[in-house]
């Protein structure tokens, strides 16, 4: 009999990720997605303990949820990283709690609905799975309605930066085998995926722990050959392990996306030690500089942190002065957060909280501007958009991206979805770019990308390089 489960998602693209393999595992014992938690016989809140705001929202959506738990009898589970973290003492601190999976448990969860159907009891898996069975994911079935999908390669990471909680809820680095990848990727575009994105916590580092596997810019290079996908991202890379290798992969593989997310954390020598980031801002400042020199229309966004303990004015300056140096797309922003179990968490020197707000309005401050400016320097050009569907702001909008992950909202038919246009674009806002469609001896001109959309594409999409800035 179908039964229905309903997810609610927090945190990062890797947890909505989860989600979606989540749903996958349950499909294999007749369970189907609902968006209507009062519909679900199974409600899933899929968490996030990096900082502390999201880690509380878990335990308000709970409180959400009890009452259909006392109505109707669902049952109500935690996963990801709470849920690791946490383990069984949830369980306790939550007497309506049916289920806890953590992070490397996806794949026991009909074993534990199962066992909890035959006990009567509540069920709780946190352990990790050395031989990285967790990142086994069943493949998608029947046709698929997004022209996107992400693809997990790796998880857990090995850098232990001294404020995060992602090394202890996630695990030591473990990478897919290649081939599963490959299968995936394949197996999606079959079914009209155009454009994958790739997922861990250090993509640099695939491969690590896998004798005789691809290192990670040969995996690019195979997707790249796979046909029907015609557009490949990637997130997150650690500056640290940011091979040259990788950077050549922007000017060699044509699929690759022209935008990289880099964090950078802070712009600060003594505060980037303090984290054990493993690089210096020298360093860092000089692999922009080099992925500027192999792909000058690259975008560049990374996440940043102020407040870290001990950060002084002229440390978070430093932080300022990077920022208005590289002149980022966009920027995820944060307050330092304590994370209990992290090296940081000991530091006595931690900043007050209304330091750290102070710092963090100025920072978005400035950087609101450096977006829009960014933004407003695509006016007038024409940008290879790819078509992702309706927009959710407006019926008669449709929305895509650009390859530089920009998204251009324009007024066009839902039957565009899936493809690759360009775009003229008009105006750049905060948030996105609105476009427009062009002439037929228009497209001619730019390139024809239109009809090349449906053909397997190689290296040749470098062929429609956008203008400078500055030039229209
Ligand atoms: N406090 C604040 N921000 C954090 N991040 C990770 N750990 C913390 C923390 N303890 C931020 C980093 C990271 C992003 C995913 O979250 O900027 O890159
Ligand atoms: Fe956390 Fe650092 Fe690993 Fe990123 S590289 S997941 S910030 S420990």
Known sequence: MRKFVYIETYGCQMNEHDSER????????HYLETKEAQQADLILVNTCSVREKPEQKVYSALGRFKRLKEEKGTILGVTGCVAQQEGEKLLDRIPYLDMVAGTQAIPLIPQMLKRMKVTGEKVCETGFDEK??????????????QVKSFVTIMQGCDHFCSYCIVPYVRGREKSRPSAEILDEVRHLAERGVKEVCLLGQNVNGYGKGLVGEMIFPELLRAINGVEGIERIRFTTSHPADLSQGLIRAFSELGKLC?????????????ILKAMHRGYARESYLEKIDRLKEVCSSIAITADVMVGFPGEEEEDFHQTLDLMKRIEFDDLFSFKYSMRKGTRAAQFDDQVEEKVKQERLAILQGIQKGLTLKKNRGFEGRTEEILVEGRSKQSDRDMTGRTRTNKIVNFKGDLNLAGRRIPLRITDGYAHSLRGEMLSSDEKARAGGIERRSHDSIGTDLHEFSPPAPGET
């Open 132 to 145: 990285g069975t967790y990142l086994k994911t069943p493949l998608p079935s029947g046709s698929l309605p």
């Open 22 to 29: 989540i749903l996958r595992v349950l499909e294999g014992v």
């Open 258 to 270: 022209e935008h990289i997310h880099l964090p950078f954390q802070s712009g600060s020598n003594r």
